[in-house]
Structures are given as structure tokens and as C-alpha cells.
């Protein structure tokens, strides 16, 4: 009897729960749709338009009334629409109007009388135009969106940018700047590194060049913790500027694609640049001695190190290895011309506190795996050894060594075979919740050994191009159906 009382109760208690928070959205629902109607008059001023793939941006700056210069001059005097009475003698009628109606609404007893915690919870669901249109109807309103910009993020991504929608993105509530594939020039990009309250900032794909970065590095993005870069072709010299100038904030760094080097490198583990906690060289021409510098410099906060696509080759391994990198939770060497000094090196070193290593399309064999199964990696959750030559002997050393807290294993192109597969399926990697095993020679009874051995933690299971047949698929089948497993024929 109590307990179907407490029952109804918290029955009751729900309901009203619900039937509170419906009203309230329908409310919420009711003031952002008056919200809209008051945006109306505001301009935000970011005229942009898209721009076309494999055209070229035409040079004509947009065009501005007189009544807009008047509200956001290009000495940067007024930021939104609240003119002093000397600007309203000087403005348009326009701006008169947009003026008094914004005095007139910031005295109303409504969106401006709430609590700003509420205003800043009502403003968070607009979108990116309107959020901005919010910010300039009056000054509670653009206390409240600057407060609520915290959180939002400005996308103006394959926008065609002119030096004017520079200067007003300076003056925009936002703290996240997404600019990918702007085409930015260096006097675009100067004048967006005066944005002394931005915190990330993405301008991928915009080919700022050394030029750029030096404008970035140079301005007076104190507060900017994560920068991407990618395809900028900054160069070298680029990364100099980087690690020299004024980004000591900076927490993270993606640097793919802009041919850095091993000068570059070395430039960046020598600068300012030491409370980066995650940076990403992809593809950047890095070979041993840069992966030497970037081991020995002043990047020993790294937790993440991305190194994909270069040429750090053994002895760069090595010098990882038993470098000053001790945080590193995260390390990606895909594609690094590494062999089985370099798998021994890591399973040796200072890298302990690895959960996250990627080895991906390299030249680590059986004796490159028994050290990793062996060796100091046995925090590792995520293990990418695709496209490797570990074969079945590897593949024993893996699923009985100290590797039993992985639940990532990702062994496509290793030649296991029937015998590897029953290794696995007989090893301690019984946490293990996603498997690839595609094209590695399994068939029939390395099938059934998979469905009957110790793989009781797996929700996903790859096993394309091997040499399963049609009773080796139907028991996979079988079994992936009994344990709720999404398996990949």
C-alpha cells in the first residue's frame, strides 16, 4: 500500500513537473516571437554573401548607407544602437527611429526587468543573426547577450568578408569565430587580431601565410585559448611568429597541413607557447629532429600530440619516448615510417599515462607488438595498429600481455588468420567494446572461436573481406543477434 502511494505520488510529482516546464516553453515560445518582431528594425550589419567553390571573390567592398556609418563609424565610436544626443543631431532619420524605439523598449517592464540569468537563458536560443540583432536593441540587451556569448559560437564559414565586417566582428557577442574558407587578406586578418575577448577562433583553409600568423601573433588576442590553422600555408617561418608572439594563453594549436618542418617545429617547442595542451601537426614535412625538439622543448602540459603523416621514423619515436611529454593521454604516430625500435621504445618509456595511441599504417611487426603487450602502456583504452604486419603471433602477444583495459582494438590488414582470431577470442581483452578485424585471412572457425570465446564487453565487430563463408556468417550472425552486437560482414 505505501508503496503504491509513493508510487502516485512521484507520479504526481512528475507530471507537474511536466506540465510546469510545457508552460514555461510555451511562454519562452511567446517572448522570443515578440523578441523577433523588435529585431526587425536592427541591422547587424554583416552584409555576407557565399562564396561560390573555385571562384574568385570580387574586391568591391560592400556598400554602407549614410545612416549606417553614422551608427558603427569607422573610428569604431559607437558599437550598437545607442547614440549620445550629439550622434543623434548628426544621424539619420533612420537611426533616430531605430534609437528612440530601442529607448523606448529598454524601459518597458519586460525583457529588460528579468533577472539577467534569465535573460541570458532566453537569448541562448536564438539563433546566430538574431543573437546578434538581440545585442544591439539596447544596452540590458547587450549586457545580457554579451554575458550569454560566452557560450555562442559565430559561423561565418565560405562568407565573403570585407574589411568593415572585420571591424564589426570585433563588437559582436560572441567568444567562438568560425572563418573557414573566408579568403582573408592580411589586413583583414590584422584587424581581427585586435579581439581582445576572443577565445577560439577557427580560420582554416584561408591561406593567411607567414604574413598572417605574424598580423595573429602580433595582435591582441590575449584571451584566445584554441586557434585552428589548418591549410593556411604558413610555413616555418608562420610557426616562429606563433610561438614568439602575444598567444601565451593558447591551450590548443591545429597546425595541420602547413608544412612546418623540423625548423617550425623546433620554433614552436622553444617559444612561449607552454600551456598548450593539445597541438596538431598533421602533415607538416616533421621528421626526427623536430619530433627531438618538440620531446625536449617547453610542451610538457601536452596531453594530446597529433603527429600523423610525417616522418619522425624510430629514432623520433625514441625521442618521444624519453622526452619531457609525461602528460601525453593522447598520441597519433599514423603513417610515421616506424618499425619495431620505435613500438619498443614507446612500451619502454615515459609515456604511462597513455589511454590513446594510433600506430596506424606502419611497419610494426610480431616483436613490435609483444613489446607493446608487455611494456608501460597498460592504461591504454584505444589502440590503432591497421595496416600493420603483427600476424597471429603478434595478435597472441596482444590478447594475453598487460593490454586488458583497452576498448578500442583496431587490427584491420595484419594477417592474423583463424589462429590470431582464436588468440583474441581466448585472451584477457574481455572489455573490449569495438573490434576491427577486416581483411586479416580469417575464416570459418576463426568465426565461430570469435562468437564462443571471452569478447563479452563487444557492441560492434568489423569482419569484412576476409574468408568467411556462409556457415561462419551465419554463427556470427547468430551471435551478434543473442548479444545485441552490430557486426560488419
Known amino acids: 500500500m505505501y508503496l503504491l502511494l509513493d508510487y502516485r505520488n512521484n507520479h504526481n510529482m512528475r507530471k507537474s513537473k511536466d506540465n510546469y516546464i510545457n508552460t514555461y516553453t510555451r511562454i519562452l515560445a511567446q517572448v522570443l516571437r515578440l523578441s523577433l518582431l523588435l529585431f526587425a528594425n536592427c541591422d547587424t550589419k554583416l552584409n555576407l554573401t557565399s562564396i561560390p567553390v573555385g571562384s574568385e571573390p570580387k574586391q568591391s567592398p560592400l556598400a554602407y548607407s549614410e545612416e549606417e556609418e553614422k551608427a558603427v563609424s569607422s573610428l569604431g565610436k559607437r558599437k550598437f544602437f545607442v547614440l549620445s544626443n550629439e550622434d543623434q543631431e548628426e544621424a539619420g532619420p533612420l537611426v533616430k527611429k531605430i534609437n528612440q524605439e530601442t529607448y523606448f523598449d529598454q524601459n518597458l517592464k519586460g525583457f529588460g526587468k528579468l533577472p539577467i540569468e534569465l535573460q541570458t537563458y532566453i537569448l541562448s536560443f536564438l539563433d546566430q543573426q538574431d543573437f546578434h540583432r ?8 547587450r549586457n545580457a ?5 560566452e557560450e555562442k559560437m559565430l559561423d561565418l564559414s565560405n562568407k565573403k568578408l570585407a574589411e568593415k565586417d ?5 563588437n559582436v557577442p560572441f567568444t567562438s569565430l568560425i572563418l573557414k574558407n573566408c579568403r582573408l587578406t592580411e589586413q ?8 581582445t575577448r576572443m577565445k577560439h577562433l577557427d580560420l582554416e583553409g584561408n591561406n593567411i601565410k607567414a604574413a598572417g600568423a605574424q598580423s595573429l601573433a602580433s595582435g591582441n588576442l590575449a584571451s584566445l585559448t584554441s586557434l585552428n590553422l589548418n591549410r593556411n600555408r604558413i610555413g616555418a617561418a608562420g610557426a616562429q611568429s606563433l610561438a614568439s608572439g602575444n598567444l601565451a594563453a593558447l591551450t590548443s594549436l591545429d597546425l595541420r597541413h602547413n608544412n612546418i618542418g623540423n625548423v617550425g617545429a623546433q620554433a614552436l617547442a622553444s617559444g612561449n607557447l607552454s600551456a598548450l595542451t593539445c597541438l596538431n601537426l598533421r602533415s ?4 626526427a629532429a623536430g619530433a627531438q625538439a618538440l620531446a625536449s622543448g617547453n610542451l610538457a602540459a601536452l596531453t594530446s600530440l597529433n603527429l600523423e603523416s610525417n616522418s619522425i621514423t624510430d629514432s623520433g619515436v625514441q625521442a618521444l619516448a624519453s622526452g619531457n611529454l609525461t602528460a601525453l593521454t593522447s598520441l597519433n604516430l599514423w603513417r610515421n615510417n616506424i618499425g ?3 613500438a619498443q621504445a614507446l612500451a619502454s618509456g615515459n609515456l604511462s599515462v597513455l589511454t590513446s595511441l594510433d600506430l596506424g599504417s606502419n611497419s610494426i611487426g610480431a616483436t613490435g607488438a609483444q613489446a607493446l ?11 590503432n595498429l591497421r595496416d600493420n604486419s603483427i600476424g597471429a603471433t603478434g595478435m597472441e602477444a596482444l590478447a594475453s600481455g598487460k593490454l586488458s583495459a583497452l576498448t578500442s582494438l583496431k587490427l584491420r590488414y595484419n ?3 583463424d589462429f590470431g582470431a582464436h588468440a583474441l577470442a581466448s585472451g584477457n581483452l574481455s572489455a573490449l567494446t569495438f573490434l576491427d578485424l577486416a581483411t586479416n585471412y580469417i575464416g570459418d572457425f576463426g568465426a565461430q572461436v570469435l562468437a564462443s570465446g571471452n569478447l563479452t564487453g563487444l557492441t560492434s565487430i568489423r569482419l569484412y573481406d576476409n574468408n568467411i563463408e556462409d556457415e561462419g556468417k551465419r554463427v556470427l550472425r547468430a551471435w551478434a543477434d543473442k548479444k545485441y552486437i552490430k557486426i560488419d560482414l
Open 134 to 141: 538581440a545585442s544591439l536593441i539596447c544596452q540590458d540587451w
Open 145 to 149: 547577450a554579451w554575458i550569454a556569448g
Open 166 to 170: 572585420c571591424q564589426v566582428l570585433l
Open 188 to 195: 583583414k586578418i590584422l584587424i581581427l587580431s585586435q579581439s
Open 284 to 287: 607538416n614535412s616533421i621528421e
Open 340 to 342: 619495431n625500435l620505435g
Open 373 to 383: 603487450a608487455s611494456g608501460k602502456l597498460s592504461a591504454l583504452t584505444f589502440l
Open 415 to 417: 594477417n592474423i588468420g
